[in-house]
Nanobody
């Protein structure tokens, strides 16, 4: 079983930056890829970005391309989401998730693709 703990959320003004972290522990040998999702009040959870542990391949939602960067540190079993030029529309609870597989596009954007989830961290972007 993989345990995931997010941190780094907070309140930031529009145009600002935040860096989220996700620490993985437990059965991390079963994790092939990691994803970040977000969920705003009254909305469904949506895909943000994903990264493959081996090789570092990445995939982004169109809404965050050029502003967000996902990275991993395999030695620390950690994944990061650097968020720049934040907008009020980025306000949400951000979750990291672990999957035992990798797929470019397609199912990698689906919540059902992932096996384990963190508890989430709140990101609030003010105007």
């Amino acid at each position: 079983q993989v345990q995931l703990v997010e941190s780094g959320g907070g309140l930031v003004q529009a145009g600002g930056s935040l860096r989220l972290s996700c620490a993985a522990s437990g059965g991390t040998f079963s994790s092939v890829s990691m994803g970040w999702f977000r969920q705003a009040p009254g909305k469904e959870r949506e895909f943000v970005a994903a990264i493959k542990w081996s090789g570092g391949s990445t995939y982004y939602a169109d809404s965050v391309k050029g502003r967000f960067t996902i990275a991993r540190n395999s030695a620390k079993n950690a994944v990061y989401l650097q968020m720049n030029n934040l907008k009020p529309g980025d306000t949400a609870v951000y979750y990291c998730a672990s999957a035992s597989r990798w797929s470019l596009g397609g199912r990698i954007v689906d919540t059902g693709f992932y096996d384990y989830w963190g508890q989430g961290t709140q990101v609030t972007v003010s105007k």
